[in-house]
């Protein structure tokens, strides 16, 4: 299964099984944005395991429970990854 050219929003993805689902979904050739509360380090080494793969990747942290944290979310990620993929 190709998702070359689309764009993956991971919730909770910079550990565990967030981290494991974005590598995942990269490795397909999907576009990556992560979404986290804590740990910016841990976003930023996946980010480059992303960037390695070939596929474009974004760190955004915001908590999904809150409206506008979620709305900057989405945000994010269309100004960062919308013009080269497709949703």
Known sequence: MSLKGKVAIVTGGNSGIGASIALELAKHGANIVI???????????????????????????????????????????????ARSTSW
């Open 35 to 81: 979404d986290y509360v804590v740990h910016p380090e841990a976003t930023e080494a996946l980010e480059k395991q992303i960037l390695a793969l070939g596929d474009q990747a974004i760190g955004v942290a915001a908590d999904v429970s809150k409206v506008d944290d979620l709305q900057r979310l989405v945000d994010e990620a269309v100004k960062a990854l």
